[in-house]
């Protein structure tokens, strides 16, 4: 086949128009991408106002959160950034962006957990926001109901595998895996500052 | 029958996407436990459906043949990658309450089953309608079983609780598998009965039409 048969050829126009759809395609998006970006800031206040019911909130970042980087693995958990609240009538409370394994075919749902401590020690789950998911299908089924029984089955103690919502076990589990996560990362960090002080 | 009537009443009622071609199966069983969820993803399936069948159409003469399968999938992609945007920025309860099934819009097969079927052999408002249609076809299917399955599967409707009785296998896709055989049978009785009725209204019209010209001939005769 020659270069001029080719250039008319159909296999040439099928290439032409399919690369540059494909090219108009990506430009869009790329404008899109720009136009619609869902900053991290974005996301904190987000959270903020469903955690704290649409009350004004600020935090700043947690002793030792600095040093999270791309995250620290607590149990079946990714710790991805933690901070503390300033605001005078949630002082104390721990706010933490965990990321909980062992979801639906080993996806991962990311959290975001109030963590309320008194006197260096944790004293219960606040709420439980969830803030994305990998491949969890069925998230939609996570009810409210289920992410409030974490604040009022606190007991202390990690939270049992009996704690599941039906219709979504797995991602269940690893939204459950991310507040004991939280709850372990919060009480390693207050042990710690409690001995520094101590020294 | 003017032909956006036709069009319209084909993709809603004669050839409804759920109950009578039987697509879009997977977000179907997956979504309808939940009212809100359905309707949600019915909403999600009218835009992409209708911008879809109008972006095909309109460049059905420049894609080859050879290639328009791939350029539709692409075209579709682009599509719900940008109304995932959307909806992240916009709606994030609805686009975690979709989860994974937005991204399976890319190959539900009513988007690209329309575009191969349709918009590529009929005009820009025509494709825009039958978009429109289907996708209004879909989401009244998709709603009116959400509403059905959350009822008795959660004792609730759009999320607000009615009662305490539930049957949790309704809240379960072997529940919406059993809702949705149910409503197409349904459909299908209430569309044979609704068909069969005109079809016997007019086989009596052209009967009594047969009779009075036989007598007219009759009465010319004698």
């Given at each position: ?30 404008i899109c991408n720009a136009l619609f970006y869902v900053s991290d800031d974005e996301r ?62 080993g996806g991962t749902v990311t959290c975001w957990v109030v963590i309320e401590t008194q ?52 991602s269940s589990t690893a939204i459950r895996n991310a507040v004991n996560g939280a709850l ?16 | ?222």
């Amino acid at each position: 086949m020659s270069a001029k048969s080719f250039f008319q050829s159909t296999a040439f126009k099928c290439i032409v128009v399919l690369l540059s759809i494909v090219l108009l395609c990506s430009v869009f998006l790329t404008i899109c991408n720009a136009l619609f970006y869902v900053s991290d800031d974005e996301r904190l206040n987000r959270a903020l106002s469903e955690l704290y019911d649409g009350e004004s909130v600020t935090t700043e970042l947690a002793p030792g959160a600095d040093a999270l980087g791309n995250g620290e693995e607590v149990g079946r958990a990714v710790i991805l950034a933690a901070r503390t609240v300033t605001s005078d009538n949630h002082a104390g409370d721990w706010l933490i962006q965990v990321k909980g394994l062992d979801g639906y075919n080993g996806g991962t749902v990311t959290c975001w957990v109030v963590i309320e401590t008194q006197e260096n020690a944790v004293a219960g789950v606040g709420a439980v926001s969830i803030s994305s998911n990998e491949g969890q299908s069925y998230i939609g089924r996570i009810t409210q109901d289920f992410l409030n029984g974490f604040s009022e089955n606190f007991t202390g103690e990690d939270y049992p595998d009996g704690m599941v919502s039906s219709g979504a076990s797995y991602s269940s589990t690893a939204i459950r895996n991310a507040v004991n996560g939280a709850l372990d990362y919060v009480g390693n960090a207050l042990e710690e500052s409690g001995e520094a002080e101590h020294e | 029958m003017n032909k956006y009537k036709k069009i319209f009443l084909d993709g809603v009622i004669f050839s409804n996407p759920t109950f009578v071609l039987v697509l879009g199966t997977c977000p179907t069983l997956g979504l309808i436990s939940s009212a809100m969820s359905a309707m949600s993803m019915g909403l999600c399936i009218i835009v992409i459906l209708t911008l879809s069948n109008v972006l095909i159409s309109a460049m059905r003469k420049v894609i080859p043949n050879e290639v328009r399968i791939p350029c539709y999938i692409v075209l579709i992609a682009t599509l719900v990658t940008l109304l995932r945007m959307v909806l992240e920025k916009f709606l994030p309860d609805i686009y975690s309450a979709l989860g994974g099934f937005l991204a399976l819009i890319v190959v539900n097969c009513i988007i690209l089953g329309r575009a191969e079927a349709f918009a590529n052999k009929h005009t820009v408002p025509e494709a825009a309608m039958d978009g429109l249609a289907n996708g209004i076809g879909f989401t009244l299917a998709l709603t009116c079983m959400g509403i059905v399955c959350e009822v008795l599967g959660s004792g609730s409707l759009f999320g607000a609780k009615l009662w305490d009785f539930s049957i949790a296998l309704f809240a379960q896709p072997a529940g919406s598998f059993i809702i949705f055989g149910l409503s197409i049978a349904l459909f299908t009785k209430v569309m044979d009965s609704v068909t069969g009725n005109a079809r016997s209204k007019r086989q009596a019209e052209e009967a009594r039409r047969a009779l009075e010209a036989r007598r007219g001939t009759a009465a010319k005769e004698a």
